[in-house]
């Protein structure tokens, strides 16, 4: 499972604080413990509507004072996505494009050749589908763009799109429909999402967003944009791997156990 760490994301009220009074050492220190809890990339989005790219910047330095792990570059602008790649030490992701207005014209040239991954979510002009079968009409014109640009379908991170489960009762089943549909036609893509989208509005959220994860890792998700401080969550999360045939021998849920990242706290 490829976790990307959300933490350092504006639209989440205490980074938001942090950013607005530019706290240099509480986006270190949250990159610091994403990165010891075992993520594999570190999402940066600044959610300001000034000097959005400047702030950008400003946060992918610092995660990069305290981490080794490649930036997820996060942004409705897709300009700002690439224009602050060149801040970065190594390829990550960009998060995101989508059949969405010129996203894909802005960022699939500048990436093509290069090893950058890249976040694609399941919308158009005309939103987001409403069943899972416009959603994956638009996934296959997703990937007849990629396949212009020579982009492989293994740098792709296809998003479902969550929606919240107290407007719509059938966001998981859709978003599981979607998945098995998008892995049978293209096995090396992999799938993601905003894991805690589903519970948005909702009473006892981490329930709900562990439920998620479980049904939508059985269904073909590999990635997912998470809190991977999140003990409980990270603990199914290594579980659901060994149960699902993805963890020789339990090995890697015993380290991660061994290493402290979940079950009981040590004294």
């Not at 590999?222 to 791997?241: H, W, Y």
Request: with cysteine.
């Amino acid at each position: 499972m490829i976790i990307i760490g959300e933490k350092v994301n504006g639209s989440i009220p205490k980074t938001g604080e942090a950013i607005a009074a530019k706290d240099a050492e509480y986006i270190r220190e949250i990159a610091r413990k994403q990165t010891a809890a075992g993520s594999h990339y570190l999402d940066c989005c600044a959610s300001v509507n000034e000097n959005e790219l400047e702030t950008v910047q400003w946060l992918i330095e610092l995660i990069q004072e305290e981490s080794d792990l490649p930036i997820c570059i996060d942004s409705p602008n897709s300009q700002v996505c690439v224009d602050a790649m060149k801040f970065c030490k190594k390829p990550g992701i960009i998060n995101s494009v989508s059949l969405e207005g010129d996203k894909i014209e802005v960022v699939f040239p500048v990436i093509a050749d290069t090893e950058w991954g890249c976040i694609a979510l399941l919308c158009d002009d005309n939103g987001i589908p409403h069943d899972a079968a416009g959603r994956i009409e638009v996934f296959k014109k997703l990937m007849i763009r990629a396949e212009e640009y020579g982009i492989a379908p293994d740098r792709l991170y296809i998003d479902p799109l969550v929606e919240t489960l107290g407007t719509n009762d059938q966001s998981l089943l859709t978003f599981v429909e979607v998945c098995r549909a998008v892995k049978e036609l293209y096995p090396d893509v992999h799938l993601t999402s905003g894991l805690s989208n589903i519970s948005f509005g909702l009473p006892g959220r981490k329930m709900i967003n562990i439920g998620f994860m479980v049904l939508a890792m059985n269904a073909g998700m590999d990635s997912a944009i998470i809190d991977p401080t999140n003990r409980d969550l990270l603990g199914v999360l290594f579980a659901t791997e060994a149960l699902l045939g993805n963890d020789e021998y339990c090995m890697e849920f015993i380290g991660a156990f061994r290493q402290n990242l979940f079950g009981p706290i040590k004294n």
